[in-house]
């Protein structure tokens, strides 16, 4: 398995043996793990068994062109990256070329071979960069998804005590201020609330008096009983 970020599973089409092979020979020099294909159709039968990040394609094969072959494989893996290689270098061959997803192209035969691997190593740099992305992105998502977790416990600890089911003084009293503002409307549907807040608080301080509190285990008819002196006591009936 190649694990050199320069390096990727890279298909090579064209049905010209010569070329195919030149093409071939130059990549595999360059680290990368190369499978050749002789036309359109035996390439996208093997891009869609196993999806190569890097393709190089020749833009005129028998029955399907590589500009047809560049749409299949963009259209399966948006992220594949394809050079199509042409001896007809023409404005419309590459402006269809790009407008099919094609990265670049080269023009055969090849002043240099050089640009066989440059070309590539370009393309592999940008495959990599949307790899590292894609990563990144997923890391966030993560990190806003915990944070919106920490929050929510954070929002519910600020209003409600999880072990006396009480809410706490600074919650009470706005909340407080906020009914007395409505107190006048009929039928006010926070009543209930305030009633039962004021009757949990009352049993409370009831208990405190005889020095313990009862404190009520959520989903369970157990409490927990802790004894308290004067002090703590009142620091029960403030809290």
Same mark, same amino acid.
């Given at each position: 398995m190649v694990t050199n970020r320069k390096s990727v599973r890279t298909l090579v089409v064209d049905d010209d043996a010569s070329l195919r092979e030149v093409v071939s020979q130059v990549l595999t020099a360059d680290g990368h793990d190369v499978t050749t294909a002789s036309s359109a159709e035996q390439a996208y039968t093997l891009f869609r068994e196993h999806p190569f990040p890097l393709v190089f394609s020749d833009i005129r094969m028998g029955n399907m062109s590589g500009i047809e072959l560049v749409q299949l494989i963009k259209e399966h893996s948006p992220d594949a990256q394809a050079i199509i290689m042409t001896s007809n270098a023409t404005a419309d061959n590459a402006i269809s070329a790009l407008r099919a997803g094609a990265y670049d192209y080269l023009l055969k035969p090849f002043e240099d071979i050089e640009l066989i691997s440059s070309v590539a190593n370009r393309a592999v740099e940008k495959i990599r960069l949307m790899e590292d992305n894609s990563v990144l992105m997923d890391q966030v998502g993560q990190k806003n998804e915990e944070l919106k977790r920490a929050n929510a416990i954070l929002k519910e600890r600020s209003i409600h005590d999880s072990l006396t089911e009480v809410y706490n003084p600074r919650f009470f009293y706005e909340f407080l201020k906020l009914e007395q503002r409505d107190q006048s409307a009929a039928g006010?549907?926070?009543?209930?609330?305030?009633? +039962?807040?004021?009757?949990?608080?009352?049993?409370?301080?009831?208990? /405190? @008096?005889?020095?313990?509190?009862?404190?009520?285990? +959520?989903?369970?008819?157990?409490?927990?009983?802790?004894?308290?002196? /004067? @002090?703590?006591?009142a620091m029960i009936a403030r809290s």
């Open positions: 006010d549907p926070h009543r209930g609330f305030l009633n +039962r807040v004021a009757l949990r608080r009352s049993r409370i301080d009831e208990h /405190a @008096a005889h020095g313990s509190v009862h404190y009520p285990c +959520r989903g369970s008819t157990d409490s927990i009983v802790l004894n308290t002196s /004067a @002090a703590s006591t």
